[in-house]
Every structure is written in C-alpha cells, then in structure tokens.
C-alpha cells in the first residue's frame, strides 16, 4: 500500500500556485469534507489510496540513451471532421530524418491492441468542479477494443499507481469508483510525474498510451521540466490530454487585474498541455461540459486504435536527437490531403557511434 502524502494544501505558500488554484484553497477552507464526498461521486477517482497492485514499477532517471537499429513511428491521419483516414499506402507517405528523405522500411496499417495508461491529476482545482460526469470515463472504456488493455493512475506531488493494465473494463471501471477522495496536496509536479510513469511504461510492450487529465499545472523542479522535455521528444509513448480547467473558467469574482492574471495562468496551462500531446504525436483537448468531454474520450478511443505503423533505419550513429517529419501526399484519387492532420512523434535518439 502507497504511503500517501495529507499535507493539506491550505498549508502551503500562497505563491506557489496560479491564482485560480489559490483561490481554490479559501472554498475548500470553507468546505466540510464529508460534502466533498458526496458532491463530487466518481470524480473520486482523481484522488486516494491506491487499489492492490504487483509492484511499483521504479521511478526512472533523468539520463536516457537508447539505441535503436530502426525508428519506429506510430502516424494516426485524421479528416477534416477528426475521422481515421483509412486506405491510405506506403507510398502515400515520405518520411525525412533531420530535412533528408528516408526509404519506410516498414509499413503497416493495423489495430493492434493498445496499452492505455489513465493518470489523472490528484490537486485542488478538484474543489471548484461540480458535475461529477464530467469525469466520467465510460465514454473511453466502453469505446475500446476487448483486446485493449487499460491501467489506472494519479499524480500531484508524485504518481501514484492503482490498477495494473488489464483488458477488463469493468474491472477499471470498478477501480475508478473505489478511489478514495482525500484532501490536500500542494504540489502538481506534472513533469516529474510523467518522467517516472514513462520510466514505468519502457518495460510495457506494445502501442502505448497516457490519457492525461489535467489542468496542466506544473509546479515541478526547473530540473525535472528539462528532463521531460528531452525525454518525451523520442519516446514511443503518445500522450493524449484532457483540460480538466474548462469548467473552472467562468468565474469572474476578483479585480480586472485578477481576472486577467487568471487568464494567463490558464493560458500557460493549456500551452503545457498542448506542448505535451504535440511531441508525442497526442492531441490535446479542451472540454467546458459535460457533453465535450464525452466527445473527447470518445475520439480518444478511435485514435488509440487506429495508426500507421511506419519505420526507418536511422542513417547516422551520432548518438543525438534527430527531428521526424512525416507527411502524406496520397494519389490524385485517394482524397483532398490538404484537409489531413498527420500525428506523429516529433524526435528520436540515434544509436552512438560504435567504440573499438
């Protein structure tokens, strides 16, 4: 069982957090914790003791090297109204290393099973959501494939894991309405979190996915940002974010001075997010009710699903990051391409020269 971290928030400096989250702190001082309870139903799951799990898989270091023989790219292309282009060939797509054409040395169109990885943000902004089916996660469950597998987690000051992967979606389901809710946690160090939930999954095999729900709040070490931001260019892990800060955007309480601070803070929030999805290959969504956010776990489903499985040999062993650039240009009769969006991970780290 996880040791699990009760510093209140209240506690913490005031300064820590942007002020639409401080403001959060002066409503759950006023809210009795047994109404929390009952308010906020299965978002429950966004905080608590974990269910029993194998082991905790451990926490990965900042230093990653791998060397590869091929790159492997996972491309998911999608029509104007966000719908699987399906049909598409090899020769519909060029892929470059760094600016320079590469020969696909393999293809394939496939739906193989996924690995979905739910980690979901355990911090304050909690207090200020009412709708309990904004959380809801049977809109994702019920649209995955029997053969896809889904594991649980959460994060504010550190992840914490609670359900191993597994293909019964009721069992995740179960596991998300037995979170216990706890107060507290004044650290949503989003960045560290994700280094260590990618260390968990190199040792998952298979397409893999986070679903991150999140305000996109980081109060992570500027060490531990860095760290991410090498490491998550030229993983093979697509993450896929929903803003769980739509629904708190309606407040207008507070000087005009305020308010617009507020808004930065949201806008830096969403641009974390976005950053995050964009060097992945993900998508970031921004739902404001309950209804998008049943859309977004929907379109989450179909594109976990679905992907071209596309792969090259890296031309230099230099040991650096190189930048992937993927288009597709499919033939006269094959659709308008100009409405296309191509996802794809943005970077991956070649081999290092070979030593004597």
């Given at each position: 069982?996880?040791?699990?971290?009760?510093?209140?928030?209240?506690?913490?400096?005031?300064?820590?957090?942007?002020?639409?989250?401080?403001?959060?702190?002066?409503?759950?001082?006023?809210?009795?914790?047994?109404?929390?309870?009952?308010?906020?139903?299965?978002?429950?799951?966004?905080?608590?003791?974990?269910?029993?799990?194998?082991?905790?898989?451990?926490?990965?270091?900042?230093?990653?090297?791998?060397?590869?023989?091929?790159?492997?790219?996972?491309?998911?292309?999608?029509?104007?109204?966000?719908?699987?282009?399906?049909?598409?060939?090899?020769?519909?797509?060029?892929?470059?290393?760094?600016?320079?054409?590469?020969?696909?040395?393999?293809?394939?169109?496939?739906?193989?099973?996924?690995?979905?990885?739910?980690?979901?943000?355990?911090?304050?902004?909690?207090?200020?959501?009412?709708?309990?089916?904004?959380?809801?996660?049977?809109?994702?469950?019920?649209?995955?494939?029997?053969?896809?597998?889904?594991?649980?987690?959460?994060?504010?000051?550190?992840?914490?894991?609670?359900?191993?992967?597994?293909?019964?979606?009721?069992?995740?389901?179960?596991?998300?309405?037995?979170?216990?809710?706890?107060?507290?946690?004044?650290?949503?160090?989003?960045?560290?979190?994700?280094?260590?939930?990618?260390?968990?999954?190199e040792k998952v095999p298979g397409k893999k996915s986070i679903v991150l729900i999140s305000t996109g709040v980081d109060t992570s070490p500027q060490a531990a940002i860095t760290a991410?931001?090498?490491?998550?260019?030229?993983?093979?892990?697509?993450?896929?974010?929903?803003?769980?800060?739509?629904?708190?955007?309606?407040?207008?309480?507070?000087?005009?001075?305020?308010?617009?601070?507020?808004?930065?803070?949201?806008?830096?929030?969403?641009?974390?997010?976005?950053?995050?999805?964009?060097?992945?290959?993900?998508?970031?969504?921004?739902?404001?009710?309950?209804?998008?956010?049943?859309?977004?776990?929907?379109?989450?489903?179909?594109?976990?699903?679905?992907?071209?499985?596309?792969?090259?040999?890296?031309?230099?062993?230099?040991?650096?990051?190189?930048?992937?650039?993927?288009?597709?240009?499919?033939?006269?009769?094959?659709?308008?391409?100009?409405?296309?969006?191509?996802?794809?991970?943005?970077?991956?780290?070649?081999?290092?020269?070979?030593?004597?």
């Amino acid at each position: 069982m996880e040791s699990v971290d009760n510093r209140s928030y209240l506690a913490e400096p005031e300064n820590r957090l942007p002020r639409f989250l401080r403001q959060s702190r002066r409503k759950a001082a006023a809210t009795d914790a047994s109404v929390c309870v009952g308010v906020f139903g299965l978002a429950m799951l966004l905080l608590g003791s974990p269910a029993a799990l194998a082991q905790e898989p451990p926490a990965a270091g900042q230093a990653i090297r791998v060397d590869v023989a091929r790159v492997n790219v996972g491309v998911i292309v999608t029509d104007g109204s966000g719908k699987f282009v399906e049909g598409l060939r090899r020769g519909d797509f060029q892929v470059q290393d760094n600016g320079a054409p590469q020969p696909i040395t393999d293809f394939a169109s496939i739906e193989e099973p996924a690995q979905v990885l739910l980690l979901i943000e355990a911090g304050p902004a909690v207090y200020l959501l009412e709708d309990t089916h904004l959380f809801a996660a049977d809109a994702l469950l019920s649209g995955l494939s029997p053969g896809d597998r889904v594991a649980v987690a959460r994060y504010a000051n550190a992840p914490a894991a609670i359900l191993d992967f597994t293909a019964d979606k009721r069992a995740a389901q179960a596991a998300l309405d037995r979170i216990s809710f706890n107060l507290g946690f004044g650290d949503l160090n989003l960045a560290a979190s994700l280094n260590t939930v990618l260390g968990w999954l190199e040792k998952v095999p298979g397409k893999k996915s986070i679903v991150l729900i999140s305000t996109g709040v980081d109060t992570s070490p500027q060490a531990a940002i860095t760290a991410l931001q090498s490491r998550i260019r030229t993983n093979e892990v697509r993450v896929l974010c929903i803003s769980m800060s739509g629904p708190l955007r309606n407040g207008k309480a507070g000087s005009k001075r305020q308010i617009q601070q507020t808004q930065q803070d949201f806008a830096a929030a969403d641009a974390n997010l976005r950053d995050l999805a964009a060097a992945t290959g993900g998508r970031a969504y921004f739902p404001e009710n309950g209804k998008a956010f049943q859309e977004a776990y929907r379109q989450i489903a179909e594109l976990v699903r679905h992907e071209y499985s596309l792969a090259f040999s890296p031309p230099v062993a230099d040991g650096a990051i190189h930048a992937i650039q993927v288009r597709v240009t499919p033939g006269e009769n094959s659709g308008k391409s100009s409405e296309y969006r191509v996802d794809y991970r943005q970077a991956y780290r070649a081999p290092g020269a070979a030593k004597d």
